[in-house]
């Protein structure tokens, strides 16, 4: 399965949530919801985790109530 990697600061392709992961998929606690067109934001991290990208990890935005 390929798996679409966005530099941040990229212009996105179609809207959804956003992960930012390090070079081997590594999390890293940020995601974010964009609308088609909209810039990602510039990131750095403080860890050494290698170079870093944005993922898209969903299409839409779910929320829930914990009980």
Do not use: C, N, Y
């Not at 990229?10 to 956003?18: C, K, M, T």
């Not at 606690?29 to 403080?46: N, Q, S």
Request: negative net charge.
């Amino acid at each position: 399965m390929t798996i679409l990697r966005f530099p941040p600061g990229e212009v996105v392709p179609s809207a959804g949530v956003f992960a930012l992961v390090g070079h081997f998929g590594e999390p890293t606690g940020v995601a974010i919801w964009l609308d088609e067109g909209e810039k990602l934001p510039l990131m750095t991290v403080t860890r050494d985790i290698g170079p870093i990208w944005f993922v898209k990890v969903g299409d839409e935005i779910s929320s829930s109530l914990a009980a």
